[in-house]
């Protein structure tokens, strides 16, 4: 037993040694320095973004995503503790076709949340400067290189659909359920579990058939700028308790929670965003974020609610 218990413990000694990267700084190498080891960092290309709904080309010619199994049912999908994150991995018989008749197959999903300073607002891109409570990352690789592993090199290689999450006081969504009770499992990195009867569909937003669509990177080293990003523009919804747990169920690779997750949104540059949706001025309205402001008593919750959009 004692054998067992030190090779466990030398595992774990090994996950942390590969924390080369970190947000804050406080695990590996902060957030702006990400340039002197992983010179793309640094590009023109970089993600996430601010997305400025006044700035946004509207473009009739961008179709709806085109998603196939996305809606199966019964999956069985491992679910693994990264030390930044806990990603999911997707079966390749998931693909999403673009408006260019690009097909990409999915490699993995993963999130971003805050929680750190009772900040509840963790997604990494923003609309007009506010942040959701979460961000989800599905990853996809461009069918024509085969694999997941060849294509993330490729100009043209990655494609990730972005969902931003929005948190409801009351509003449990049982379609995040089994993720957020499997998470007491991959408590510490490097852990894995299996997540069963998951149906990713139902953890996208309700309204699938609007999105802003710009050219990107990965938002983690080594930021590759080889990404399509798809961006939701309908949210999903989960509770205020869900979102909480969320914030509190993972460690890092020094044991210490998982919180504030996401990467500050970098500069367009040249770069066009487009959207399959005009403009409205009164979209705000019908959006609903978590905002922060710091008053003489503590920090007070300011809510702009959203009228929920059940079209598929």
Not at 20 to 25: A, I, L, M, P, T
Not at 176 to 197: A, D, M, P, W
Request: net charge negative; with cysteine; proline share 4%.
């Amino acid at each position: 037993m004692r054998v067992l218990v030190s090779v466990v413990s030398l595992f774990f000694l090994g996950i942390q040694a590969l924390s080369e990267w970190s947000y804050s700084g406080d695990d590996g190498l902060e957030e702006s320095r990400w340039p002197e080891k992983y010179p793309s960092c640094g590009g023109e290309r970089q993600s996430p973004i601010d997305v400025k709904r006044r700035e946004v080309h509207f473009s009739s010619s961008l179709l709806p995503l085109h998603m196939v199994n996305y809606e199966e049912e019964g999956l069985e999908l491992s679910m693994t503790n990264n030390g930044h994150t806990v990603q999911i991995t997707l079966p390749n018989t998931m693909s999403m076709r673009d408006s260019d008749g690009t097909v990409y197959r999915t490699k993995q999903m993963h999130f971003h949340w805050g929680g750190r300073d009772s900040e509840i607002s963790g997604s990494e891109h923003t609309i007009d400067g506010m942040r959701h409570a979460i961000e989800i990352h599905l990853v996809h690789f461009n069918e024509k290189y085969e694999t997941y592993e060849k294509a993330v090199d490729q100009p043209d290689g990655l494609a990730v659909m972005a969902v931003l999450v929005k948190v409801e006081d009351y509003t449990e969504n049982d379609y995040y359920s089994t993720f957020i009770s499997e998470l007491e499992n991959v408590k510490y990195t490097g852990q894995t579990t299996t997540l069963r009867n998951v149906n990713i569909r139902n953890m996208l937003p309700g309204d699938i058939r609007h999105y802003y669509t710009y050219q990107g990177s990965l938002t983690t080293p080594p930021c590759t700028e080889n990404v399509k990003w798809f961006v939701f523009q309908d949210s999903a919804t989960i509770s205020k308790a869900q979102a909480e747990r969320i914030e509190n169920a993972v460690m890092d690779h020094h044991n210490q929670t998982i919180r504030n997750g996401y990467r500050r949104t970098q500069p367009l540059h040249n770069r066009v965003v487009e959207a399959n949706f005009p403009y409205s001025p009164d979209e705000v309205s019908k959006n609903h974020f978590y905002m922060h402001e710091k008053i003489s008593h503590g920090l007070k919750l300011k809510k702009i609610k959203k009228k929920r959009n059940h079209s598929h």
